[in-house]
């Protein structure tokens, strides 16, 4: 980017001098600068708010395969930081002590930065099966919930027909006992949507034990769930529920965070 006062239209450093305006014309200019000046300022503390965070590249972002490469790099560490980031963009007026019962600390996200395969629909089973930790974990992705509501898993997508194109995916799981359908063995559905089952009563996470987040996906304008102030925020709260965030790291009924 050129500096200032480059021949490239910026603007110059020595500024040419004009005839000086008559009282009348200053007095207008002067009104009309003040009445302008709220509105501009408006305009640049609104950017300064939605200001994008920095913590990923364009050339990670692979529209033609609809993933953010980025997203499989990121240990526990970062990915903590790249939800807190996203946070303090969409909610620039929450306090330091709301910023805090937003976090989602380093324990509760578990490191897949050693799955080298590319994050999409087709590498999902197989994802799941290697996130699970041991091969008697991963047997138990196609049992049935042993309550009515009551999933093991929990997929997070940003949109209803990503999340019906991730239970297509899934149907690998599908069995008699355990339909990979939402909110059965492996429930599938929106931040929102999910906030308000748990809200009616309809979903249950006594025998939770992953909360997976369709993160790497993106759309034809390169955002992801964590891009969209109406899929980002529903979901930090979502994950922020007391419920959920007692668990994390716990010795027993850990919750794992695994982001895809």
């Known amino acids: 980017m050129s500096e200032p006062g480059a021949s490239d239209g910026g603007i110059p450093l020595i500024e040419p001098l004009s005839p000086s305006p008559s009282p009348s014309s200053t007095s207008t200019k002067r009104k009309r600068d003040t009445q302008a000046q709220p509105a501009e300022s408006k305009r640049a503390a609104k950017r300064?708010?939605?200001?994008?965070?920095?913590?990923?590249?364009?050339?990670?972002?692979?529209?033609?395969?609809g993933v953010n490469t980025a997203v499989a790099h990121m240990d526990s560490r970062l990915l903590a930081d790249h939800v807190a980031q996203r946070t303090k963009r969409f909610e620039p007026e929450l306090s330091l002590v709301e910023l805090e019962d937003r976090y989602i600390p380093e324990r509760a996200i578990l490191d897949t930065s050693s799955w080298k395969r590319q994050r999409d629909?087709?590498?999902?089973?197989?994802?799941?099966?290697?996130?699970?930790?041991?091969?008697?974990?991963?047997?138990?992705?196609?049992?049935?919930?042993?309550?009515?509501?009551s999933p093991h898993t929990i997929v997070v997508a940003g949109a209803g027909l990503r999340a019906a194109d991730v239970t297509r995916a899934l149907r690998k799981f599908q069995t008699k006992d355990a339909?990979?359908?939402?909110?059965?063995?492996?429930?599938?559905?929106?931040?929102?949507?999910?906030?308000?089952?748990?809200?009616?009563?309809?979903?249950?996470?006594?025998?939770?034990?992953?909360?997976?987040?369709?993160?790497?996906?993106?759309?034809?304008?390169?955002?992801?769930?964590?891009?969209?102030?109406?899929?980002?925020?529903?979901?930090?709260?979502?994950?922020?529920?007391?419920?959920?965030?007692?668990?994390?790291?716990?010795?027993?009924?850990?919750?794992?965070?695994?982001?895809?």
């Open 48 to 65: 300064k708010r939605t200001k994008k965070p920095k913590d990923i590249d364009d050339d990670e972002l692979d529209t033609t395969a």
């Open 121 to 149: 629909l087709e590498n999902l089973p197989d994802f799941l099966e290697h996130s699970a930790g041991s091969k008697k974990k991963a047997s138990k992705l196609n049992k049935a919930a042993e309550e009515k509501g």
């Open 179 to 260: 339909m990979v359908a939402k909110l059965i063995s492996i429930g599938i559905d929106t931040p929102q949507r999910l906030i308000d089952l748990l809200n009616n009563g309809s979903l249950s996470t006594a025998h939770l034990e992953r909360i997976v987040i369709d993160a790497s996906h993106i759309d034809r304008k390169k955002r992801g769930i964590f891009d969209m102030k109406d899929t980002q925020l529903p979901l930090v709260q979502l994950l922020a529920r007391d419920v959920l965030k007692g668990r994390y790291g716990a010795s027993e009924k850990k919750i794992d965070l695994v982001f895809y």
